[in-house]
């Protein structure tokens, strides 16, 4: 008999099932993977299963008994835990008192007892090995930082049942490495670990089966080490991907942004380099290089000390992200939740927020238009939503993601910044933004990206700026793009100016 059966699940939310009767079983003291495009269902059972939400129909059973999870507190008496892809801290409160802060240590009754608390936290944080500690505040950590809480808030209820939705997505290398040993760890001790990710990589590295979902139906469990990653995908998206990314082929033209010595003090010095026609420019380094901070200043979000940013020959030097935008210049966040999407507006008002002056007259807005341009971006973005009105956040984050890109075209922006451009993104979602963003350059526009992820870099960019504590260490080509090199310019240990379009 399986640990944990779920039977029969069914889940529909504004009328459009999120859960078509998906049954799946999974074995005491495995690391079982869920995989699936964004909205096949992924994220929807593991609430489900971790009391988040309820379902319409069907049951979940744990252990040969069958429960009734309709809380978080129900989950937990059932000995689940689960490490979800958004963050839920209280930024006023300390790392201790977030972890702890459904089942405080009492003494005498009633009194929250602050010394063992701190000491549990940072027992727990000194076994996860991460620089923070337990008396810190939640609003000095960096988000990477602010995750592995989530992950320690999880891990402090000794559950038998790990649930662990996206945990990597906002994690550095040496974070990701202390998350595998973590995973590995408890595996030896029998406890039963539930993984979604969209980083392929992980799912080969760590799991012993995976279930894929798609369009929130079961499609089959296989054993990981008897899947290849091209048929894995083939099922997740329902046809056959020859290729995850594009290469970036065409030939680049005139310049059109050049940044001329930009320097601010403890963030980054003499930032020079230009942007073509057409080119698509990465940009790489290891969490804290400073590399977001450059891109930052050309949208107007940072102010440089000194330094020029010219655009089509003109210098602009942006005050503000409206001014970047009056400029030409569009820019998508790499925070989508904090800093992308208004969740609670509907996606007709995320698409059209920033060119209402062009779509209203007399401080009215005409709705004909501003549906005109959302049916314009749908059509040419493959967007799924349901009617004008349905609220951002309800969509799936590749949804969301294009929505971003859409406003940002929206604008007629002539430099495009992308700050990790597909991260948290299902491959089929990847794959369409990559080809769409091929497809404008080869139709003049530039653009940068920004990317933790090498593959992305190396396979859509015709050249790639390494960034190295606020420095460019490398200028390099399309030719020389490979992972080794660019991480040794990336680390600072190789240094290679001059690189040219390719």
């Not at 790990?162 to 029998?190: G, Q």
Request: proline residues 2%; charged residues 25%.
């Amino acid at each position: 008999m399986a640990y944990i059966e779920l039977k029969n699940i069914t889940k529909t939310f504004y009328g459009v099932k999120a859960l078509d009767n998906v049954s799946l079983s999974i074995e005491k003291g495995e690391v079982h993977a869920i995989v699936g495009e964004n909205g096949a269902g992924k994220s929807t059972i593991m609430k489900i299963l971790g009391g988040m939400y309820f379902a319409d129909s069907g049951e979940v059973h744990i252990d040969g008994n069958k429960c009734s999870i309709n809380s978080v507190s129900d989950a937990l008496k059932h000995g689940v835990s689960v490490v979800y892809q958004e963050l839920n801290l209280m930024s006023e409160l300390t790392v201790a008192e977030n972890i702890y802060l459904h089942s405080l240590p009492q003494k005498v009754g009633i009194a929250v007892d602050r010394a063992q608390m701190n000491k549990n936290a940072q027992a727990l944080l000194d076994e996860m090995d991460v620089k923070f500690k337990a008396t810190d505040f939640i609003r000095m950590l960096s988000v990477s930082e602010q995750q592995m809480v989530e992950i320690a808030k999880a891990l402090s209820h000794n559950s038998e049942i790990i649930v662990m939705d996206e945990p990597t997505a906002a994690l550095n290398d040496k974070e990701v490495e202390t998350l595998y040993r973590l995973i590995r760890k408890l595996k030896k001790e029998n406890k039963t670990v539930i993984y979604i990710s969209h980083r392929l990589k992980e799912i080969f590295d760590l799991t012993d089966r995976l279930t894929i979902l798609r369009d929130g139906s079961y499609v089959g469990t296989y054993v990981t080490k008897e899947i290849t990653q091209n048929k894995m995908v083939e099922y997740m998206v329902g046809r056959k991907i020859a290729e995850y990314y594009t290469t970036a082929e065409h030939e680049p033209g005139e310049v059109i942004l050049e940044v001329k010595n930009l320097c601010k003090e403890n963030v980054y010095q003499d930032i020079s380099f230009t942007l073509h026609k057409g080119e698509i420019l990465g940009m790489a380094g290891l969490m804290g290089c400073f590399r977001e901070e450059i891109v930052k200043t050309i949208y107007g979000l940072l102010q440089a000390d000194s330094g020029e940013i010219s655009l089509s020959g003109k210098k602009i030097n942006p005050k503000n992200p409206l001014d970047a935008i009056a400029h030409g210049i569009g820019f998508v966040t790499e925070d989508r939740k904090q800093a992308g999407i208004f969740g609670l507006m509907s996606v007709r008002e995320n698409l059209t927020i920033n060119v209402l002056d062009r779509i209203s007259s007399f401080f009215w807005i005409k709705g004909d238009e501003e549906n005109a341009l959302l049916d314009h971006y749908t059509k040419k973005m493959n967007m799924k939503y349901n009617g004008y009105y349905q609220k951002i956040n309800s969509l799936s984050g590749g949804n969301q993601q294009k929505f971003l890109l859409a406003r940002a075209l929206a604008s007629n922006c002539e430099v495009l910044i992308m700050l990790e451009p597909t991260r948290g993104i299902d491959v089929g979602a990847k794959a369409e933004i990559y080809s769409l963003l091929e497809d404008l350059a080869k139709q003049g526009m530039a653009i940068i990206i920004v990317s933790s992820e090498l593959p992305e870099i190396i396979s859509n960019c015709h050249r790639t700026l390494a960034i190295f504590n606020g420095k460019i260490t490398g200028d390099i080509s399309k030719e020389e793009m490979e992972e080794a090199f660019i991480m040794q310019c990336a680390t600072g240990n190789k240094i290679h100016l001059g690189g040219e379009p390719a």
